[in-house]
C-alpha cells in the first residue's frame, strides 16, 4: 500500500520554472510505472508524463514536450517532474500516480493507475 504525497507547486509567472516532487512511501516505489496528470477547473484530469520502473522509457502529452522533464530516483522513493518555460495554459492540480499494471509500460489512462497523491497547485499568471 503505497502512499504519495505530492510537493512544489506554486504561483509563477508565465516563462517560470517549477520542479514538482512525489514521495513515495509504504511500499516497492521501483515496482511501479508512473504518472503525473493535471486538472484544471472544469477540465478532465489528464495525463502529462510518465516513467517506467527505471525511469529509462519516458511518455510525455504533446503540448508540454521539450518543457517538461519527468525522473525518478528509486532509492529514495521520489519522482520529479521539471517544468520550464510554464504558460497559462498549464494551471492546474498536479497529481502524482503509480500503476502496478506494467512496470514497463506507462499507460496515459487514469483508470490503469491504482494510487494517487493529493496534488499540488500549479498556477502559472500572463
Known amino acids: 500500500q503505497v502512499q504519495l504525497v505530492e510537493s512544489g507547486g506554486g504561483l509563477v509567472q508565465t516563462g517560470a520554472s517549477l520542479r514538482l516532487s512525489c514521495a513515495a512511501s509504504g511500499g516497492a516505489f521501483s515496482d511501479y510505472a508512473m504518472g503525473w496528470f493535471r486538472q484544471a477547473p472544469g477540465k478532465e484530469r489528464e495525463f502529462v508524463a510518465g516513467?517506467?520502473?527505471?525511469?529509462?522509457?519516458?511518455r510525455y502529452l504533446d503540448s508540454v514536450k521539450g518543457r517538461f522533464t519527468i525522473s525518478r530516483d528509486n532509492s529514495k522513493s521520489t519522482s520529479f517532474l521539471a517544468m520550464h518555460d510554464l504558460n497559462p495554459d498549464d494551471t492546474g492540480t498536479y497529481y502524482c500516480a503509480i500503476s502496478s499494471r506494467n512496470r514497463n509500460y506507462i499507460s496515459e489512462n487514469r483508470e490503469d493507475y491504482q494510487h494517487w497523491g493529493q496534488g499540488t497547485q500549479v498556477t502559472v499568471s500572463s
Open positions: 516513467a517506467s520502473w527505471s525511469g529509462a522509457i519516458t
